[in-house]
């Protein structure tokens, strides 16, 4: 065998035993004499010593040529450390080694293997199988796995039963683009990979499945945004014979228990707040409730003041920062920059300050007194120290931009504990929103989802009135899973597939077989997905999902380690009955 231990179990009660160890060089330090190996595996670190009086030449001289990342066997006994190191689980005791076998050599690495490193991104991308020796990153996977066994163990223990579905699929208009993949064997056909499991997931409840679970790639051919991944993990929940506080009470349980299992953390509390009301209090449709900065609409306040950017707008909403009287001109003006970059797109912003004595000093003083200034507050809830930030503009745009103020302001200020964790349900969605672009009506989940109990007949009416049976998890201002009760009949599924603009005949060809298998007794279904990239991230106290991919590719799709995607050559376009059409 290559090794009787691991580097991190070897401590003062193996002292005298024999061991072989073998892994990865770590740091050398070479007194000439004397020389220290530090030797890693997955499970720690031990070192290793070579002494001249008492370790063979020939040992000596190989371990002299030793460089980082070298792989090596080992053999010697274990002895007590003269100068012990209390921060290693091994730092009692070292190695005298006897005999060591390099088992392979290893270039000059590009950056150092250490937990902190020198090398950028890009660059530990490249060589991402050398990131993976560095303890953080490990770690990541390994938390990623324990995070992932908590969850097949809960749900195998409620009885859900794990059912893979297929990657090769049939492209369907829904959502983002699909990867499509072209079929040797059916000249000009095309699979797609599947944005999610939705459709097999419902003809598992349909086959009398009844609980359903998978942990399961999906893909989408969307632009990437940050932190977006053209592959990603979900854990993907089906149930039948369900109403959606069933869903809502079997998923609250899993995330307790992920929180508790995990985390160590009690969390009993998962509020519900409609989507109209989350859009309204912070707008957006994923709140972070770890903290306050509610927005105050103040048009009723701020409106035929003779200040035209008010009275021109559709809405005036602010918010109070806590203790923000304190922010100095100079950072005031880096946050009316910050809400005018592209990204966030404001026009500006006014602001006001909550003097200690009750005063307020604004950037609008000229056409607001302290009366009016002080219903800001009211409305606002700011306090004597606090400061009010304003913003005005298209409803719609100006909720977005605040949204995005108020995130980053409590990102500055240290609102956003990732050891405090707030769960929330956000329910009521809009079942349908309307595209300008292409002047119809879109599902804003899917075209699967159910209308709430009672609002069917608004569908002729009023659409964009009805609201959806679908729900969304929010944990720290991250959607960390979202779903719906789906429609089980074939009449309402026909009758969303008409609002949505698909003709009898697309409707079929696309979803036929969905359609026909309601006709064979579907019972009453629902479901959820959690996005596993997501919640494993928030659950490490990380924002950053790739820190917790394997393989992961960069803001552009690109897997720059296998240089991913490339072309293929002409023969394999021919054998697939391929042409390419490149622009530019």
């Not at 324990?146 to 369907?172: D, G, H, Q, W």
């Not at 009750?358 to 003083?365: C, L, N, Q, T």
Request: hydrophobic letters at 35%; glycine letters at 8%; aromatic letters at 10%.
């Amino acid at each position: 065998m290559y090794r009787t231990h691991s580097n991190g179990e070897l401590n003062a009660s193996h002292i005298d035993t024999q061991v072989t160890l073998a892994g990865w060089v770590q740091k050398i330090r070479n007194k000439g004499f004397m020389i220290w190996v530090d030797l890693r595996d997955r499970y720690g670190i031990t070192q290793l010593i070579f002494d001249e009086e008492r370790t063979s030449k020939k040992v000596m001289e190989i371990a002299s040529q030793l460089g980082r990342e070298f792989v090596i066997q080992i053999d010697g006994t274990v002895i007590e450390r003269e100068s012990k190191n209390p921060n290693m689980p091994t730092g009692d005791i070292e190695i005298l080694v006897k005999n060591i076998t390099v088992l392979n050599k290893s270039l000059t690495p590009p950056f150092t293997i250490e937990n902190e490193t020198d090398g950028g991104e890009d660059l530990r991308m490249k060589y991402r199988y050398l990131d993976i020796r560095r303890k953080p990153v490990r770690e990541n996977l390994v938390f990623r796995h324990k995070v992932t066994m908590a969850v097949r163990n809960y749900l195998s223990e409620k009885n859900f039963v794990e059912v893979e579905t297929p990657y090769l699929i049939k492209s369907t208009p829904e959502g983002a683009r699909d990867f499509v993949v072209p079929s040797r064997m059916n000249e000009g056909q095309f699979y797609a990979l599947p944005q999610s499991p939705q459709t097999f997931k419902q003809l598992l409840m349909v086959g009398g499945m009844d609980k359903y679970f998978q942990i399961v790639k999906c893909f989408r051919d969307e632009d990437l945004r940050a932190d977006r991944q053209p592959e990603f993990t979900q854990i993907d929940c089906e149930m039948a014979f369900v109403e959606q506080e069933d869903i809502l009470n079997t998923f609250e349980g899993l995330t307790r228990h992920l929180l508790k299992e995990i985390n160590g953390v009690e969390v009993s509390d998962f509020p519900r707040m409609t989507y109209d009301e989350a859009m309204r209090t912070y707008g957006n449709d994923k709140p972070d409730i770890r903290f306050g900065m509610e927005f105050g609409e103040l048009n009723d306040v701020t409106q035929h003041k003779d200040f035209n950017v008010f009275n021109q707008a559709e809405l005036v909403v602010g918010i109070a920062v806590p203790g923000g009287n304190s922010f100095t001109r100079k950072e005031i003006d880096a946050l009316i920059d910050w809400v005018k970059r592209p990204q966030i797109g404001a026009m500006g912003m006014v602001y006001c300050r909550c003097n200690e004595d009750g005063s307020f000093k604004s950037s609008v003083d000229k056409f607001y007194d302290q009366d009016d200034l002080e219903r800001w507050a009211d409305i606002t809830g700011a306090k004597p120290g606090d400061l009010i930030c304003v913003l005005s503009g298209a409803a719609d745009k100006v909720r977005s931009q605040l949204s995005a103020l108020r995130m980053e302001l409590a990102q500055q200020l240290g609102l956003r504990d990732p050891k405090v964790f707030a769960p929330l349900w956000v329910v009521d969605f809009p079942l349908l929103e309307w595209d300008e672009e292409t002047q119809r009506y879109h599902a804003m989940h899917h075209p699967f989802t159910s209308p709430k109990p009672g609002q069917l007949d608004l569908l002729e009416t009023d659409p964009g009135a009805v609201k959806a049976n679908a729900y969304d998890l929010v944990l720290n201002g991250n959607e960390i899973g979202g779903g719906s009760i789906r429609i089980h009949d074939k009449e309402t599924q026909s009758l969303m597939f008409d609002y949505l603009g698909f003709t009898p005949e697309e409707a079929k060809a696309q979803f036929g077989f969905l359609m026909d298998a309601f006709q064979y007794g579907a019972p009453p279904h629902g479901g959820i997905a959690f996005g596993l990239d997501r919640l494993v991230a928030i659950l490490g106290g990380q924002e950053t999902i790739r820190d917790f991919i394997a393989f992961p590719k960069n803001n552009a799709g690109r897997d720059v380690m296998i240089d991913a995607p490339a072309p293929i050559d002409t023969a394999q376009l021919e054998e697939l009955s391929l042409q390419l059409n490149i622009k530019g």
